[in-house]
């Protein structure tokens, strides 16, 4: 058995005209994350905290941008690919931990969404998955509202 850990870091631009998801969850917003998928900045970066936890390649590596089959894509889905991928090679997910940096909106209040929607797809209980949200002080692009970021890693259990 082999225990292995990865870091995952994403952060995608705020636009107008697009829905903001986050974890999963849709939340109401005047503005959205710009992005090739749905832009959900924290599922990319739990799925570069995955994909680093197998020694793989990044998310991009895995699903070009340039690929038409992933425009709009829910990024969920993609993380479905990514969890079939780490099962085939007979990992688990011992824990994951994130934070979400955003000036706004408040994160708080969608957390308990975020682990109904995303514990299943990893397979974990809603204890081994630590969804923390930061602002950034006002300080930089992400302190300005212009994008949202996130941080994640995850622990996993290679057989
Ligand atoms: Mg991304």
């Known amino acids: 058995m082999k225990i292995k850990i990865g ?3 994403d952060i995608h631009r ?3 005209g697009k829905k903001l998801i986050l974890g999963g969850v849709q939340i109401p917003f005047p503005k959205g994350l710009a992005g090739h998928s749905d832009g959900d900045c ?3 970066a739990i799925i570069d905290a995955l994909l680093g936890a197998a020694g793989e390649g990044d998310i991009g590596h895995f699903f070009p941008d340039t690929d038409p089959r992933y425009k709009d894509i829910q990024s969920t889905k993609l993380l479905e690919v990514v969890m079939t991928h780490i099962r085939k090679k007979k990992g688990s997910i011992h824990h994951i931990d ?3 940096i955003a000036e706004a909106p408040k994160i708080g209040p969608h ?3 975020m682990k109904q929607i995303l514990c299943p797809l990893l397979q974990v209980g809603p204890d081994d998955l630590g969804i923390k949200a930061k602002t950034n002080e006002g300080i930089g692009p992400v302190g300005q509202a212009e994008a949202i970021a996130a941080l994640a ?3 996993l259990v290679w057989e």
């Open 98 to 100: 994130c934070i979400i």
């Open 7 to 9: 870091i995952g870091y």
């Open 111 to 113: 957390v308990a969404e």
């Open 153 to 155: 890693n995850a622990l």
């Open 42 to 44: 924290l599922v990319h």
């Open 14 to 16: 705020l636009q107008e």
